[in-house]
C-alpha cells in the first residue's frame, strides 16, 4: 500500500486508485461521495448544492479560505450566514444563542484533519463549534477534502491530527489571535446513518492542512 513519503509525510495527494477506495469505502458507510478535480470544481458544486437563502454555517478550514468558498458562504449574500450573524452576538449575554446557531443550521460546511481508506472521516477542534453539526445536528453536512488527506486507517489518522495537523494549526492561531490552538475535542464519524446528509467532495489535489 502506498503511503506519504518520509520526506513529505501527510502532505503527499493520494493517487487514483486510493482515492477510488476511499470513496467506495465511505460511500459503504452512507455518505454520498464525489471525486472532483480541484478546489475550483468544488466550490462550483457546494454552490449547487446549496439552495439560495438557506442558513449556512462555515466551520473553521484553510480549505474553505484557500478555494474560496468560505468567502462565497460568509460574503456573498446567498445565503444566511451563521457566521455572519454570530459576530453580532455578545458573547458574554448570548453565548447560548450562539451556539444554537452553529449546532442547528440548514447546511454545515466544512473539511476535516484526515479520510481513512477504511471509511471514516476525522475532524479535531480546539472550541467544538463545528462538531456538533458535523456529528448530526445541521441538516446537512458537506466536507471539502483534499487527497493529502488520505490515510490507510484511523489510527494514521489519529497521528496525522496531532503531528502534522495541529503544528500547522497552532502556526495560524498564533498568527490570527496570538495564542495557540489546542487538540481538544476529535470526532470521528464512521458512517452516516441519514440517506443524502453527508457529503464528502474528495479533492484529486492537496489543498489545506
Given amino acids: ?4 513519503t518520509p520526506e513529505a509525510p501527510f502532505t503527499v ?5 486510493r482515492l477510488e477506495r476511499t470513496a467506495a469505502a465511505l460511500a459503504a458507510h452512507g455518505f454520498t461521495v464525489e471525486i ?3 478546489a475550483a470544481a468544488a466550490r462550483s458544486r457546494v454552490k449547487e448544492l446549496i439552495p439560495e437563502d438557506a442558513e449556512v454555517f462555515t466551520g473553521a478550514s ?3 479560505r484557500l478555494s474560496g468558498i468560505d468567502e462565497d458562504i460568509n460574503e456573498s449574500g446567498r445565503y444566511r450566514s451563521v457566521k455572519a450573524r454570530s459576530w453580532t452576538l455578545d458573547r458574554a449575554t448570548q453565548l447560548a444563542e450562539m451556539w ?3 449546532a442547528c443550521p440548514d447546511v454545515i460546511v466544512g473539511s476535516v484533519a484526515a479520510v481513512t481508506e477504511t ?3 476525522v475532524a479535531a477542534s480546539a472550541t467544538g463549534s463545528q462538531l456538533a453539526g458535523y456529528a448530526g445536528a445541521a441538516a446537512r453536512a458537506i466536507w471539502i477534502v483534499g487527497a493529502q488527506k488520505v490515510v490507510p486507517d484511523l489510527e494514521t489518522a489519529l497521528r496525522r491530527v496531532e503531528d502534522h495537523c495541529l503544528p500547522l494549526e497552532n502556526e495560524r492561531a498564533m498568527g490570527a489571535y496570538g495564542q495557540p490552538s489546542a487538540l481538544n ?3 470521528v464519524l464512521n458512517a452516516e446513518p441519514e440517506a443524502g446528509r453527508g457529503i464528502v467532495l474528495l479533492l484529486r489535489e492537496a489543498i489545506g492542512f
Fill in 13 to 17: 495527494p493520494a493517487p487514483a486508485e
Fill in 62 to 64: 484553510e480549505t474553505l
Fill in 36 to 38: 472532483l478535480d480541484n
Fill in 100 to 102: 444554537r446557531m452553529v
Fill in 1 to 4: 500500500m502506498t503511503t506519504s
Fill in 119 to 121: 471509511g471514516s472521516l
Fill in 185 to 187: 475535542r476529535v470526532l
